[in-house]
Protein backbone atom coordinates (compact mmCIF):
# COMPACT_ATOMS: atom_id res chain seq x y z
CA UNK A 1 0.00 0.00 0.00
CA UNK A 2 1.32 2.97 -1.32
CA UNK A 3 -0.18 5.49 0.90
CA UNK A 4 0.78 9.22 0.23
CA UNK A 5 2.74 9.77 -2.50
CA UNK A 6 4.55 13.28 -3.57
CA UNK A 7 6.34 13.82 -6.67
CA UNK A 8 9.01 15.76 -6.52
CA UNK A 9 10.96 15.03 -3.48
CA UNK A 10 13.43 17.66 -4.39
CA UNK A 11 13.43 20.57 -6.89
CA UNK A 12 15.21 24.16 -6.94
CA UNK A 13 14.03 26.56 -9.33
CA UNK A 14 14.75 30.01 -10.18
CA UNK A 15 12.97 32.67 -9.03
CA UNK A 16 9.72 33.20 -10.99
CA UNK A 17 9.55 29.71 -12.42
CA UNK A 18 6.71 27.63 -12.40
CA UNK A 19 6.14 24.15 -10.75
CA UNK A 20 3.39 22.01 -9.78
CA UNK A 21 3.83 19.13 -6.83
CA UNK A 22 1.95 16.15 -7.57
CA UNK A 23 0.13 14.08 -4.75
CA UNK A 24 -2.04 11.25 -4.82
CA UNK A 25 -3.38 9.04 -2.31
CA UNK A 26 -4.73 5.50 -2.79
CA UNK A 27 -7.01 4.72 0.24
CA UNK A 28 -10.40 6.49 -0.84
CA UNK A 29 -10.08 9.02 1.54
CA UNK A 30 -12.31 12.17 0.61
CA UNK A 31 -10.52 15.10 2.09
CA UNK A 32 -6.68 15.82 0.69
CA UNK A 33 -4.52 19.14 2.35
CA UNK A 34 -0.99 20.85 1.29
CA UNK A 35 0.88 22.11 4.28
CA UNK A 36 4.29 24.01 4.26
CA UNK A 37 6.58 23.56 7.14
CA UNK A 38 9.35 26.09 8.04
CA UNK A 39 11.93 26.47 10.93
CA UNK A 40 10.22 27.28 13.98
CA UNK A 41 7.04 28.24 12.28
CA UNK A 42 5.39 24.18 12.19
CA UNK A 43 3.08 22.99 9.49
CA UNK A 44 1.37 25.66 8.03
CA UNK A 45 -1.97 24.62 5.92
CA UNK A 46 -1.83 26.51 2.31
CA UNK A 47 -5.15 24.61 0.82
CA UNK A 48 -7.52 21.83 1.41
CA UNK A 49 -9.97 19.91 -0.62
CA UNK A 50 -12.64 18.23 1.76
CA UNK A 51 -13.77 16.20 -1.12
CA UNK A 52 -14.16 15.73 -5.30
CA UNK A 53 -14.57 18.95 -6.71
CA UNK A 54 -13.92 21.51 -3.86
CA UNK A 55 -10.76 23.54 -2.80
CA UNK A 56 -10.65 26.34 -0.05
CA UNK A 57 -8.00 28.29 1.28
CA UNK A 58 -6.32 27.39 4.41
CA UNK A 59 -3.78 30.21 6.32
CA UNK A 60 -0.95 31.29 3.91
CA UNK A 61 -2.59 30.58 0.35
CA UNK A 62 -1.28 33.68 -1.30
CA UNK A 63 0.89 32.35 -4.40
CA UNK A 64 -0.53 28.87 -4.58
CA UNK A 65 -3.35 27.63 -7.10
CA UNK A 66 -4.54 24.33 -6.16
CA UNK A 67 -6.52 21.53 -8.70
CA UNK A 68 -8.14 18.37 -7.30
CA UNK A 69 -7.77 16.32 -10.58
CA UNK A 70 -10.17 13.54 -9.41
CA UNK A 71 -10.64 11.93 -6.09
CA UNK A 72 -6.79 10.48 -5.98
CA UNK A 73 -4.67 13.59 -7.01
CA UNK A 74 -4.37 16.89 -5.74
CA UNK A 75 -2.00 19.09 -7.21
CA UNK A 76 -0.16 22.33 -5.95
CA UNK A 77 1.05 25.00 -8.49
CA UNK A 78 3.45 27.68 -7.88
CA UNK A 79 3.12 29.96 -10.37
CA UNK A 80 6.40 32.39 -10.45
CA UNK A 81 8.36 31.25 -7.67
CA UNK A 82 9.65 33.41 -4.92
CA UNK A 83 12.27 32.60 -2.10
CA UNK A 84 10.21 33.10 0.59
CA UNK A 85 8.14 30.03 -0.99
CA UNK A 86 11.61 27.77 -0.12
CA UNK A 87 10.06 25.13 2.38
CA UNK A 88 9.21 21.77 2.87
CA UNK A 89 5.50 20.87 1.32
CA UNK A 90 3.58 17.78 2.35
CA UNK A 91 0.59 16.46 1.01
CA UNK A 92 -2.36 14.85 3.72
CA UNK A 93 -5.21 12.90 3.09
CA UNK A 94 -8.00 12.02 5.63
CA UNK A 95 -10.97 9.63 5.39
CA UNK A 96 -14.43 11.48 6.52
CA UNK A 97 -15.76 8.98 8.46
CA UNK A 98 -14.32 7.40 11.51
CA UNK A 99 -13.86 8.73 15.12
CA UNK A 100 -10.74 10.63 14.74
CA UNK A 101 -9.87 11.26 11.00
CA UNK A 102 -6.36 11.39 11.50
CA UNK A 103 -4.27 13.28 8.54
CA UNK A 104 -1.59 10.18 6.75
CA UNK A 105 1.25 12.52 4.84
CA UNK A 106 3.08 12.01 1.86
CA UNK A 107 7.29 12.23 2.48
CA UNK A 108 7.18 15.57 1.86
CA UNK A 109 8.95 17.68 -1.12
CA UNK A 110 11.72 20.07 -0.48
CA UNK A 111 11.78 22.98 -2.62
CA UNK A 112 14.32 25.81 -2.72
CA UNK A 113 14.26 28.90 -4.90
CA UNK A 114 16.97 30.87 -6.02
CA UNK B 1 -9.93 31.62 15.00
CA UNK B 2 -8.61 28.54 15.38
CA UNK B 3 -5.00 28.74 16.88
CA UNK B 4 -2.59 26.19 18.42
CA UNK B 5 0.20 27.15 20.85
CA UNK B 6 3.22 25.69 21.89
CA UNK B 7 5.91 27.53 24.37
CA UNK B 8 8.73 24.63 24.67
CA UNK B 9 10.79 25.11 21.42
CA UNK B 10 12.92 22.41 22.80
CA UNK B 11 13.02 20.10 25.52
CA UNK B 12 15.52 17.56 27.94
CA UNK B 13 14.48 14.37 29.10
CA UNK B 14 16.40 11.61 31.06
CA UNK B 15 15.76 7.86 29.02
CA UNK B 16 13.43 6.12 31.44
CA UNK B 17 11.83 9.61 32.91
CA UNK B 18 8.08 10.74 31.83
CA UNK B 19 7.94 14.18 29.75
CA UNK B 20 5.22 16.22 29.66
CA UNK B 21 4.91 18.21 26.08
CA UNK B 22 2.84 21.36 26.40
CA UNK B 23 -0.23 22.60 23.75
CA UNK B 24 -3.06 24.85 24.30
CA UNK B 25 -5.67 25.74 21.69
CA UNK B 26 -8.26 28.50 21.58
CA UNK B 27 -11.44 27.82 19.30
CA UNK B 28 -15.24 28.96 19.66
CA UNK B 29 -16.39 25.91 17.85
CA UNK B 30 -17.89 23.51 20.54
CA UNK B 31 -17.17 19.94 18.74
CA UNK B 32 -13.01 20.03 17.66
CA UNK B 33 -10.57 17.26 17.79
CA UNK B 34 -7.40 17.47 19.31
CA UNK B 35 -4.19 15.39 17.84
CA UNK B 36 -0.76 15.10 18.29
CA UNK B 37 2.32 13.95 15.33
CA UNK B 38 5.67 13.03 15.86
CA UNK B 39 8.34 13.70 13.26
CA UNK B 40 11.67 12.02 13.61
CA UNK B 41 14.53 13.16 12.23
CA UNK B 42 13.99 11.31 8.65
CA UNK B 43 10.95 13.72 8.87
CA UNK B 44 7.81 11.63 8.03
CA UNK B 45 5.08 12.85 9.99
CA UNK B 46 3.38 10.09 12.35
CA UNK B 47 -0.31 9.99 14.49
CA UNK B 48 0.11 9.29 18.00
CA UNK B 49 -2.74 10.27 19.77
CA UNK B 50 -6.47 12.05 19.55
CA UNK B 51 -8.90 13.53 21.62
CA UNK B 52 -12.53 14.24 21.02
CA UNK B 53 -13.85 17.71 22.54
CA UNK B 54 -16.77 15.56 23.82
CA UNK B 55 -14.29 12.95 25.01
CA UNK B 56 -15.21 12.46 28.92
CA UNK B 57 -11.51 10.30 29.77
CA UNK B 58 -8.03 11.44 28.74
CA UNK B 59 -6.75 9.48 25.23
CA UNK B 60 -4.47 6.69 25.90
CA UNK B 61 -2.25 5.06 23.49
CA UNK B 62 0.47 2.94 25.09
CA UNK B 63 3.50 5.10 26.49
CA UNK B 64 1.12 8.17 25.19
CA UNK B 65 -1.20 9.78 27.06
CA UNK B 66 -3.44 13.15 26.35
CA UNK B 67 -3.77 15.10 29.49
CA UNK B 68 -6.94 17.31 28.41
CA UNK B 69 -8.03 20.57 30.38
CA UNK B 70 -10.97 21.34 28.40
CA UNK B 71 -11.64 24.68 31.28
CA UNK B 72 -8.01 25.45 30.35
CA UNK B 73 -8.57 24.69 26.82
CA UNK B 74 -4.88 22.43 27.20
CA UNK B 75 -3.87 18.82 25.69
CA UNK B 76 -0.75 18.33 26.79
CA UNK B 77 1.06 15.02 25.57
CA UNK B 78 2.52 13.15 28.29
CA UNK B 79 5.22 10.05 27.24
CA UNK B 80 5.94 7.83 29.99
CA UNK B 81 9.09 5.36 29.96
CA UNK B 82 11.41 7.82 27.60
CA UNK B 83 13.46 5.89 25.00
CA UNK B 84 16.08 7.18 22.75
CA UNK B 85 13.94 6.65 19.93
CA UNK B 86 11.40 9.75 21.05
CA UNK B 87 14.00 12.00 20.58
CA UNK B 88 11.92 13.99 17.90
CA UNK B 89 9.43 17.06 16.68
CA UNK B 90 6.24 16.62 18.27
CA UNK B 91 3.18 18.55 16.77
CA UNK B 92 0.06 19.65 18.39
CA UNK B 93 -3.17 20.12 16.23
CA UNK B 94 -6.32 20.76 16.03
CA UNK B 95 -9.60 20.35 13.78
CA UNK B 96 -12.70 22.39 14.19
CA UNK B 97 -15.92 20.44 13.97
CA UNK B 98 -15.25 17.49 14.68
CA UNK B 99 -15.16 14.34 12.54
CA UNK B 100 -17.04 16.16 10.18
CA UNK B 101 -15.08 19.01 10.09
CA UNK B 102 -11.80 19.81 7.17
CA UNK B 103 -9.05 22.32 8.10
CA UNK B 104 -6.77 21.10 10.52
CA UNK B 105 -3.99 23.62 11.66
CA UNK B 106 -0.58 22.89 13.87
CA UNK B 107 1.35 24.28 16.48
CA UNK B 108 4.86 25.07 15.64
CA UNK B 109 6.49 22.39 17.53
CA UNK B 110 8.67 21.32 20.37
CA UNK B 111 11.75 19.17 19.88
CA UNK B 112 12.34 16.52 22.09
CA UNK B 113 15.88 14.83 22.76
CA UNK B 114 15.98 11.75 25.21
CA UNK B 115 19.70 11.49 27.30
CA UNK B 116 20.99 8.16 27.92
Known amino acids: NAGVTQTPKFQVLKTGQSMTLQCAQD?????MYWYRQDPGMGLRLIYYSASEGTTDKGEVPNGYNVSRLNKREFSLRLESAAPSQTSVYFC?????????????FGEGSRLTVL | AQKITQTQPGMFVQEKEAVTLDCTYDTSDPSYGLFWYKQPSSGEMIFLIYQGSYDQQNATEGRYSLNFQKARKSANLVISASQLGDSAMYFCAMREGGGGGFKTIFGAGTRLFVKA
Open chain 1, 27 to 31: MNHNS
Open chain 1, 92 to 104: ASRHTRGRSGELF
